[in-house]
């Protein structure tokens, strides 16, 4: 069975940093895409970055200039680096894998079970 274990969240103060590490492990076919989605109280969860295997990447405009995504696609780890945190960056940070499926057409989505970034003074 998949997992996604995630590592690397915590609590820093505005303007500070952190980065984010997520690996995937067990019977995945191919993977097509790996990302970061976040989640904060009462709020819909959005996406932050992603990056598919090809290397092309996406950004929510929140934090375009500020994080960067990257992925070591030998060993399906995905990161994320957070620099110039701001408190609306205080959210549960989830990682996202799509993957090809063994059948044609088909397609599997598996969720790590978050990380807490708190940034605050």
């Known amino acids: 069975q998949v997992q996604l274990v995630e590592s690397g969240g915590g609590l820093v103060q505005p303007g500070g940093s952190l980065r984010l590490s997520c690996a995937a492990s067990?019977?995945?076919?191919?993977?097509?895409?790996m990302g970061w989605y976040r989640q904060a109280p009462g709020k819909q969860r959005e996406l932050v970055a992603s990056i598919t295997r090809d290397g092309m990447t996406n950004y929510a405009d929140s934090v375009k200039g500020r994080f960067t995504i990257a992925s070591d696609n030998a060993k399906n780890t995905v990161f994320l680096q957070l620099n110039s945190l701001k408190s609306e960056d205080t959210a549960v940070y989830y990682c996202?894998?799509?993957?090809?499926?063994?059948?044609?057409?088909?397609?599997?989505?598996?969720w790590g079970q978050g990380t807490q970034v708190t940034v605050s003074s």
């Open positions: 067990g019977s995945i076919f191919s993977i097509y895409s």
């Open positions: 996202n894998v799509f993957s090809d499926s063994e059948y044609p057409g088909g397609m599997y989505d598996y």
